[in-house]
């Protein structure tokens, strides 16, 4: 049963560029979070997506976006990158039916460097 | 989310004594909280959760205790093992509609074999 897929694993971008992460759940899954997880801290919560749409959304700017599909996966944009952006971007899904907030499975991330 | 260095707490034990790391959550609205283990180069896997109705629970190896008078988690490893050693993360959520996950300060475990 596979878990979490993040695609890529790493990314080297230049400031003022854009940038597509993706996201699989776990199979079964139907609700996709996104962390930002700067080097030595722990992740920041961006957003959440049920039925294709965003419910939630942490303290990060419009230049954060995302996007859920009807098969669930999910994507990740970040435009006008800055160097602060270089982080590790963790997706996690989960079950609705469960409690969005419990099971909780997190992929191994996207490792985004901005130069 | 809080602020957090660049320099992690660190915990190193003898293996086989038992671990304890412990944890300030911020919000006295949360009611439920989740211990992560973060190894090098993955996301966080999920150890053991609580709610806040409860004070104490425990999985295999693990125990997590809840004080809510003072905002305080902790978790405790039993007979701690080589393939322990990693990041550990609390995190909480104040529910009440709420799909966020704040997650605290990491602490770094090194198991000395």
């Known amino acids: 049963d596979a878990g979490v897929t993040q695609s890529p694993t790493h990314l080297i971008k230049t400031r003022g560029q854009q940038v597509t992460l993706r996201c699989s759940p776990k199979?079964?899954?139907?609700?996709v979070s996104w962390y930002q997880q700067a080097l030595g801290q722990g992740p920041q919560f961006i957003f959440q997506?049920?039925?294709?749409?965003?419910?939630q959304r942490g303290n990060f700017p419009d230049r954060f976006s995302g996007h859920q599909f009807p098969n669930y996966s999910s994507e990740l944009n970040v435009n006008a990158l800055l160097l602060g952006d270089s982080a590790l971007y963790l997706c996690?899904?989960?079950?609705?039916?469960?409690?969005?907030?419990?099971?909780?499975?997190f992929g191994s991330g996207t490792r985004l460097t901005v130069v | 989310g809080e602020s957090v260095g660049l320099h992690l707490p660190t915990l190193s034990v003898q293996e086989g004594d038992n671990s304890i790391i412990n944890c300030a959550y911020s919000?006295?609205?949360?009611?439920?909280f989740i211990w992560y283990k973060q190894e090098s180069g993955k996301g966080p896997q999920f150890i053991i959760d609580i709610r806040s109705n409860m004070d104490k629970r425990q999985g295999q190896r693990v125990t997590v205790l809840l004080n809510k008078t003072v905002k305080h988690l902790s978790l405790q490893i039993a007979a701690t093992q080589p393939g322990d050693s990693a990041v550990y993360f609390c995190?909480?959520?104040?529910?009440?509609?709420?799909?966020?996950?704040?997650f605290g300060k990491g602490t770094k475990l090194s198991v000395i074999p």
């Open positions: 996690a899904s989960s079950l609705e039916g469960q409690g969005a907030n419990y099971g909780y499975t």
């Open positions: 995190a909480e959520n104040i529910g009440a509609g709420s799909y966020q996950l704040t």
């Open positions: 997506y049920y039925e294709e749409e965003e419910r």
């Open positions: 199979s079964g899954h139907d609700t």
């Open positions: 919000n006295s609205a949360s009611d439920y």
